[in-house]
Nanobody, 119 residues
Framework: QVQLVESGGGLVQPGGSLSLSCAAS????????MAWYRQALGNQRELVAL???????NYADSVKGRFTISRDNAKNTVYLQMNSLKPEDTAVYYC?????????????WGQGTQVAVSS
């Protein structure tokens, strides 16, 4: 089993910055793709950013140039640096990880952390 612990959410004014982190622990041999999703009230969950094990990153168009995803493979941790935040970035942000255990690749979700952008 894999546990994902997220931290770093909160309330910030428009134009401000926040940094999220998500650490994976438990029984696995390696972590492959790591990603951040978000779900605003009344909306479907959407992909924000994804990073491969070798560091290739992809972003939703709505966050390109403002958000940066990164990872530390030694710590099995993924980060999301969010700059120039807008009210429409308000959502619960979820960490998502593909981890290999006993040869099987499985997908795991974190518990979510709230990000609110408001003046």
């Amino acid at each position: 089993q894999v546990q994902l612990v997220e931290s770093g959410g909160g309330l910030v004014q428009p134009g401000g910055s926040l940094s999220l982190s998500c650490a994976a622990s438990g029984s696995f041999s390696e972590v492959n793709n790591m990603a951040w999703y978000r779900q605003a009230l009344g909306n479907q969950r959407e992909l924000v950013a994804l990073i491969t094990r070798i560091g290739t990153a992809n972003y939703a168009d709505s966050v390109k140039g403002r958000f940066t995803i990164s990872r530390d493979n030694a710590k099995n941790t993924v980060y999301l640096q969010m700059n120039s935040l807008k009210p429409e970035d308000t959502a619960v942000y979820y960490c998502n990880v593909d981890a290999r255990n006993s040869g099987w690749l499985r997908n795991y979700w974190g518990q979510g952390t709230q990000v609110a952008v408001s003046s």
